[in-house]
T-cell receptor, first 111, second 116 residues
């Protein structure tokens, strides 16, 4: 089983729609979770951290479900500029420090 | 956020040559930097952890003699792809965190390597 798994999509949605997707992780000891956004041929950029209590940043809401070992990202009122690949990143500190990336979920927002 | 630069942004080289890629933290000191490669439409793959003043830690399956990492100062790590082959063509990205092993990673803009 992969350490971090994401639905690759693509999610094709019209402008103004809500889109949501998850990222599952295999190590229950994982401690920190992030969503990054990556545009084609660019580096990943931090979108938001994911806190235990869930957090919201404008149109973006992130949730963490430790019992089921997944994080989620919800985008409300989608804009054309939200089209990108969204990567989840999971950090685990046990014997060492480990950064694990999901393969990314592609979102395409159409006019 | 913190700024990480990479140089060059794009390089094309002949098979058999070596290519050096630099990763710099511009406004902070980074005792640890990470190197990744990414194939088209694929996820980032962590190659190695670069530690200032000591040897890099390589991920399983990554040849340390092929991908030489040097972290000579608190703001600079270099990745040298030795005797490059066409299969080494990829997008190479580095990242660093402001606080040692803090969780938020800041990524460099990446280097696109094409080996002919």
């Amino acid at each position: 089983r992969k350490e971090v798994e994401q639905d690759p999509g693509p999610f094709n949605v019209p402008e103004g729609a809500t889109v949501a997707f998850n990222c599952t992780y295999s190590n229950s000891a994982s401690q920190s979770f992030f969503w990054y956004r990556q545009d084609c041929r660019k580096e990943p950029k931090l979108l938001m951290s994911v806190y235990s209590s869930g957090n919201e940043d404008g149109r973006f809401t992130a949730q963490l479900n430790r019992a089921s070992q997944y994080i989620s990202l919800l985008i409300r009122d989608s804009k054309l500029s939200d089209s990108a690949t969204y990567l989840c990143v999971v950090i685990t500190r046990s014997n060492d420090y480990k950064l694990s990336f999901g393969a990314g979920t592609t979102v395409t927002v159409r006019a | 956020g913190a700024v990480v630069s990479q140089h060059p942004s794009r390089v094309i080289c002949k098979s058999g040559t070596s290519v050096k890629i630099e990763c710099r933290s511009l406004d902070f000191q980074a005792t640890t930097m990470f190197w990744y490669r990414q194939f088209p439409k694929k996820s980032l793959m962590l190659m190695a952890t670069s530690n200032e003043g000591s040897k890099a830690t390589y991920e399983q399956g990554v040849e340390k003699d092929k991908f030489l990492i040097n972290h000579a100062s608190l703001t600079l790590s270099t990745l040298t792809v030795t005797s490059a082959h066409p299969e080494d063509s990829s997008f190479y990205i580095c990242s660093a965190s402001v606080i040692v092993l803090a969780d938020t990673q800041y990524f460099g803009p990446g280097t696109r390597l094409t080996v002919l």
